[in-house]
């Protein structure tokens, strides 16, 4: 995989988080999103059950929206191939809570919904950075040194 090719990878994986989190970064955009959850949820009779929110919660949505926001938006700026890695693995561990908490907590089955194009861009951002490492013989601390260098130019 060219690294041209990765880096666009990236910044379109980066750019449909920004997408799917704007919802959440507002509380009054959070509550009116959460509540299209138990819409969806009822409309389709999908398993599980989406709680009742309270400000309490919302804080932790607000916050957590943050993170993935600041993030996105790192990675649309400076699609570093050690980026993908990161994003790679942090995709598929919240694919993992996302299965734990659709099986053992009885989450809604909306979840599902986030959990197949994390699935994706996971695998995607992985197997990318495998094939650009077997390619081009990058171990992890000489491509980040240089990619910081050529971030900075």
Known sequence: MRK???STL???SAIYDIVIIIPFILPAWAIWHIGNFSYIHETLSLSGTV???DYFHLLFVSLLATLVLTWSTLRVCYPMVILGLYDGVARLIFAVWMVIYITNFNVSG???FYFVPEVIWGIL???GYWK???EQGFNNGH???H???EALK
Do not use: N
Request: glycine letters at 0%.
């Open 125 to 127: 951002q992985l197997f």
């Open 10 to 12: 990236l910044r379109m």
């Open 51 to 53: 709680p009742e929110f």
């Open 4 to 6: 041209l090719s990765y």
């Open 147 to 149: 990619e910081q260098k």
């Open 132 to 134: 650009i490492v077997k």
């Open 110 to 112: 909306v979840i599902w």
């Open 143 to 145: 491509a980040l040194k």
